[in-house]
């Protein structure tokens, strides 16, 4: 800003106080004081009195081919504009919805007034002013109702020098006539201009870890093992620990609140089908079965299942671990893994035929004296006889070395080798299944690569082959014309439920606890070590018994039938220090918190909550630093479960979607941003599954995930807690109110001053509850929501924290006197 900028503000401002200029002296002592002086519209661009039927036009700024670019309507400055009351006492410049600005009469009459002349020129922009109060707008937009457009109102002169930079980059005569100002000035929210704040790039222990619990150590083996993925070699395992669709079935009758995993529209409408019981392969099996009893070859079947349903594990005891008696006595299998195979088509390719042979090969053929080779390859031997090896003395060295170089080529040629032992176990009476597993790993292209590979093997080897496939990626392969064939060839399986796994498994866990020998497998030899971890289990495996309990709910709803995600999520909190096991050991019994779980599993091994680190997202967090909301997630979930009722989830048209927030808040990158976040992480499901926004995503609906997250954990005051610190914020003022008190906080960890910490935690929460509710307030007035006070998100979060701040400090009191009454005796 120059000195005599400066000093015109400061003049204008001084000589403004008594607001009693006509309209010619405030037109001729502030308005071009303002224009012309400190925004340089050169007066050769500015039309003056300029005749428009039935009246004149106060000032008309031209392009430079003489169109006109922005009306301004000047009245004297005793016309006052009420304006709606500041959010904030200093502030001098806002967005503020024009329907609430036609509530004042003065405003109304002049916008009207200057709207006039603006239609009659094609004028798009325009402005009204008092010489204070100035505001702009646009007086038409396509597509909307005027009244629901947003006006950027100037308060007051001090904006043109508390905020010069702003003034001069959006009005000055340049910014309009060249950078086209005016239109980003007024198509966007006022978070376009609003700057974001991290606090954590200010907190400088935020990556401070924190340890694992005291068992954690002696459990770290068992739990990684006995609470992964079950080996291809553990059948013990797999009998012992699988759940069948009917064991989850039968668990979840009468439960209140099931995580429906199930067929979607879009699926039933090729033929998909469900597998009800897995427990003996269901109707796939039979399909199996029947295939190879009536000799039927080259077809592909497809297992759909989500992201971690288990498709693996049931193809494995399929076919591996518990066979049907008649598919172990006539069929040879050969399950391909591609879990940790590089995402390359030709290490794929290759893979897939050394796999293929190796698995066919279970007699070892490829490994006997040349003699059984040759009868392995007899046709290619024929041909050699009567070509490469004709003439030559079967005794003679010549041939020898000839038969041998030929046997090691057609034995490097996998292709043919798989063709060979195909038709040495048909020969057999057996039939072949292949299994191409674990192509989800893969970006889309490599999985429909995939696919083409296994029709590639069942026309080549003329067997059936069974592909396992996400549910998204059936959408794009058939768009995509690589599922043309495909007729009913498609199963279905659903996840279990998460409670369910975890009771197997716990169950199975404790009982090898308890044995001497299978402990020493793991190196846990101490038999007080050994039972400290199996009453440390059992009090957690009586949690999974409770039809309402904190621990199994969170679980399933964060994992949303993702079960590699759910035991992921439970080795976490087993293992996490937050877990507190010595109390739970000391009494013998434990009836879990919601907090006491939320904690462990969202930052297992941090002190402060990282979003990128954890799986469980913030849903307050800004995702488009242009202009978004804290509440643009929240919002979709809520429009979402608009459309559910009691038994069924809608799906709603994302088109639908989108044009509710752009129509209401002009926000369409914001929108795509969050319901990507919520595609993948589950709270919401496209109707063909994909699990990233696309333009292919056509319809969505609220999952039993989202709904907690609306309905429970949004509004919970450790979760509120946990992500306060790794928000954005619109204030800085704010954002450094939360770096100080999570710098007290950190410090009174290290002090162990734990009642302390909990008033620091509470305090900070308290002021991010604030900070929301003037966040919301302020949307609210700003789009004209006309929202009741509790539909806003912010009534049900301040209840909750009114409600549980005081049992949360009360508990913090009883913890610190039995830590005295310990520390005293």
């Given at each position: 800003m120059s000195k005599d900028d400066i000093e015109i503000v400061k003049s204008l401002i001084v000589e403004s106080q008594t607001r009693n200029r006509n309209e010619a002296?405030?037109?001729h002592q502030i308005i071009d004081s303002i224009i012309h002086d400190l925004l340089k519209w050169p007066r050769n661009r500015t039309e003056t009195e300029e005749y428009i039927a039935p009246g004149f036009a106060d000032y008309v700024l031209k392009k430079a081919n003489g169109d006109d670019l922005l009306f301004i309507e000047a009245k004297k400055e005793g016309v006052y504009f009420e304006l709606p009351s500041a959010y904030r006492g200093n502030e001098t410049s806002s967005y503020i919805g024009i329907a609430k600005l036609l509530t004042d009469g003065n405003i109304k009459a002049a916008m009207n007034q200057v709207r006039t002349y603006c239609f009659d020129t094609g004028c798009e922009h325009a402005c009204i002013t008092n010489g204070h109060e100035w505001i702009f707008f646009k007086t038409f937009e396509k597509g909307k109702k005027w009244e629901t457009l947003n006006a950027f109102v100037v308060r007051s002169l001090n904006f043109f020098s508390d905020e010069y930079?702003?003034?001069?980059?959006?009005?000055?005569?340049s910014s309009i006539t060249e950078r086209m100002s005016l239109a980003s000035l007024l198509s966007v929210s006022p978070a376009?201009?609003?700057?974001?704040?991290?606090?954590?790039?200010?907190i400088s222990s935020y990556s401070y870890s924190i340890s694992a619990n005291k068992l954690a150590g002696t459990l770290r083996p068992i739990i990684n093992y006995y609470f992964g993925v079950i080996g291809d070699d553990d059948t013990e395992f797999m009998d012992k620990c699988y759940v069948s669709q009917r064991d989850y079935h039968q668990t979840s009758e009468g439960m209140r609140t099931i995580l429906h995993d199930s067929l979607t529209p879009y699926f039933e409408e090729y033929g998909v089908q469900q597998l009800d019981d897995t427990g003996k392969g269901g109707r796939l099996g039979g399909r199996i079965t029947k295939n190879i009893k009536h000799g039927r070859r080259n077809e592909v079947l497809i297992l759909f299942g989500g992201k971690g349903s288990g498709k693996s594990t049931f193809i494995k005891r399929l076919l591996f671990h518990k066979p049907p008696r008649w598919l172990q006595d006539h069929a040879t299998t050969a399950i391909i893994d591609l879990l940790n195979?590089?995402?390359?088509?030709?290490?794929?390719?290759?893979?897939?035929?050394n796999s293929l042979v190796d698995r066919l090969d279970k007699d070892s053929i490829l490994k006997q004296e040349r003699g059984q080779l040759l009868e392995l390859f007899k046709d290619r031997f024929a041909i050699a006889a009567n070509q490469e090896l004709y003439g030559l003395s079967p005794d003679s060295e010549a041939y020898n070395l000839k038969l041998n170089s030929l046997t090691?080529?057609?034995k490097s040629d996998h292709t043919y080798c798989a063709k060979r032992l195909v038709e040495y176990w048909k020969s057999q009476g057996r039939g072949i299944v292949i299994v191409v597993d674990n192509t989800d790993q893969y970006s889309p292209a490599m999985q429909d690569f995939c696919f083409s590979s296994a029709q590639e093997i069942s026309n080549a080897l003329e067997c059936m082959t069974i592909i396992s496939m996400r549910e998204e990626r059936f959408y794009n392969s058939k768009i995509h014309g690589l599922l043309d064939a495909f007729q009913n060839s498609g199963f279905h399986i659903s996840s279990p439920k998460p409670a369910e796994v975890f009771r197997k498994r716990l169950d199975y866990t404790i009982s090898l606890l308890n044995s001497d020998r299978r402990r020493a497998r793991f190196g846990l030899i101490d038999p007080v070590h050994a039972r400290e971890c199996c009453?440390?289990?059992?009090?957690?495996?009586?949690?999974?018994?409770?039809?309402?309990s904190p621990l199994g709910s969170f679980l399933t709803a964060c994992a949303h039938g993702d079960t590699r995600l759910s035991l992921d999520l439970f080795r976490s909190f087993v293992l996490s220090g937050y877990t507190n096991v010595d109390e739970m050991l000391a009494t013998g019994h434990w009836s879990f918190q919601i907090h006491q779980v939320i904690k462990p599993v969202m930052i297992p091994t941090r002190y402060f909550y990282d979003e990128s680190l954890s799986n469980i997202p913030n849903i307050y967090q800004v995702r488009y630093s242009r202009n978004g909301s804290h509440y643009t997630a929240l919002r979709i979930l809520r429009r979402l479960i608009k459309a559910t009722n009691a038994s069924n989830h809608a799906y709603v048209a994302v088109a639908e979607l989108m044009s509710y927030f752009v129509e209401t808040f002009a926000m369409p990158d914001d929108f795509v941003a969050n319901i990507d976040m919520l595609l993948k992480h589950g709270f919401i499901e496209a109707s063909n599954r994909i699990d990233e926004y696309t333009p292919s995503v056509d319809s969505v609906k609220i999952t039993n995930y989202g709904t907690y997250m609306l309905s429970n954990l949004s509004s919970d005051l450790t979760y509120l807690d946990l992500v306060s610190t790794d928000c954005g914020f619109f204030s800085e003022l704010f954002t450094n109110q939360v770096v100080d008190a999570a710098k007290r906080e950190f410090g009174l960890f290290t002090r162990r001053e734990r009642l302390e910490r909990v008033k620091v935690r509470l305090e900070r929460i308290g002021d991010f509850v604030k900070y929301l509710e003037e966040e919301e307030a302020r949307e609210k007035d700003f789009y004209s929501l006309g929202m009741a006070p509790d539909d806003m998100f912010t009534y049900k979060i301040r209840s909750m924290y009114e409600a549980e701040q005081h049992r949360v400090l009360d508990s913090a009191r009883r913890q610190r006197h039995k830590y005295d009454t310990h520390r005293s005796s």
């Open positions: 002296t405030t037109r930079t702003k003034a001069v980059n959006s009005l000055s005569f376009k201009d609003r700057a974001i704040f991290y606090p954590k790039e200010k195979i590089p995402e390359d088509r030709r290490v794929i390719r290759t893979h897939i035929w090691a080529r057609w009453r440390y289990l059992r009090i957690i495996l009586r949690e999974f018994a409770a039809e309402r």
